[in-house]
């Protein structure tokens, strides 16, 4: 077990991955002599070299069909988009193509490009610095879209991603680079592509995922101070989504909270909320409830707390779900 940062889990899990895989390459803006605004990629070109890990011309459009051209000659790439709102010069080659090669080719190529996008807010930062676009790709058939909220899972899960035949896009929490854990380097997080519990608890259940982990965990604890039992799901994966471990956790409680950063209208969280009461309405003893961002550009800092997920909000929803 080795304690690191999330950001220096993911560095060290790609490391693995250009060391395991010659055909493994990374690309993007900024990446190889400074490493990435996040220092993700620090030292990597020194130690594998430009052809391996690429400074790209600012141009997502090109750094994506670039990626895609690439992996049909047999190469693993690995693209950074620098912030999330910077990947939708590149959203048409993503969703046109990237998406659609292995349908277009009835199966018998595909583009296994993972593409690498930091997201979310609680930085201080502005618009298209601060976004949350998971919903948008999660709306595109083709894609694998996963999402750690731990070092451990970041270690194993980009290289999980890295594996994967199909097109992932990784988004990484960047208010999440800076926290700590334990990884353990032997023996791997359970497959990328699931959902777990994360705590256990009979009253209600929170799914969340990505940035919002640490906060759902924090609102589980202080829910107990009322004398009640918060189950919390990481989602891990936002397509495919695990509904059969979501399934059997609102079973069990009765009650489900969905939050994410991103805004509430047109949001997983609403995908989550249809699903379950399709395959679980007699278990639900109260509607489920949402909570997630304003429908509205992402605010500037000194308000964003306003427009974020926190405890007091989470903790707010518990409450209405035990008013029914």
């Not at 993007?28 to 490493?35: A, P, S, V, Y």
């Not at 047999?74 to 659609?100: H, R, S």
Request: aromatic share 8%; glycine share 10%; net charge negative.
């Amino acid at each position: 077990m080795t304690r690191m940062t999330m950001a220096k889990a993911l560095s060290t899990g790609l490391r693995r991955v250009l060391e395991e895989n010659p055909k493994s390459l990374l690309i993007g803006e900024d990446i190889g002599r400074l490493g990435g605004v996040y220092r993700v990629t620090e030292g990597l070109m020194a130690d594998f070299g430009t052809s391996r890990v690429i400074d790209s011309p600012l141009a997502e459009s090109g750094i994506i069909g670039t990626s895609i051209g690439m992996s049909l000659r047999g190469y693993k790439p690995i693209a950074e988009i620098q912030f999330d709102g910077f990947v939708f010069p590149g959203f048409n080659q993503i969703t046109t193509q990237l998406a659609k090669m292995r349908a277009r080719s009835e199966g018998r190529f595909g583009a296994p490009v993972v593409i690498r996008i930091p997201y979310g807010g609680g930085i201080g930062s502005i618009e298209h610095h601060s976004e949350s676009p998971e919903a948008l790709f999660a709306h595109t058939a083709g894609l694998r879209i996963i999402t750690p909220s731990n070092p451990h899972d970041a270690y194993w899960m980009i290289q999980q991603a890295a594996a994967c035949q199909d097109p992932v896009i990784f988004f990484e929490p960047k208010r999440r680079y800076w926290l700590k854990g334990e990884v353990d380097t032997e023996n791997p997080a359970q497959d990328a592509f699931s959902a777990q519990v994360i705590r256990e608890g009979t009253d209600a259940t929170i799914v969340t995922y990505g940035p919002l982990v640490p906060v759902a965990l924090a609102a589980a604890e202080a829910a107990t101070e009322d004398g009640r039992s918060i189950e919390v799901v990481d989602l891990r994966s936002i397509s495919p989504i695990d509904f059969d471990t979501i399934t059997d956790s609102v079973r069990k409680t009765g009650r489900l909270i969905v939050t994410h950063e991103a805004p509430t209208f047109g949001g997983i969280g609403g995908e989550i909320a249809a699903r379950v009461s399709e395959r679980a309405f007699l278990s639900l003893e109260a509607p489920v409830i949402r909570v997630g961002g304003f429908h509205m550009p992402y605010p500037v800092a000194k308000v964003e707390d306003q427009y974020l997920p926190d405890i007091d909000k989470l903790l707010d929803a518990v409450d209405r779900s035990f008013e029914y």
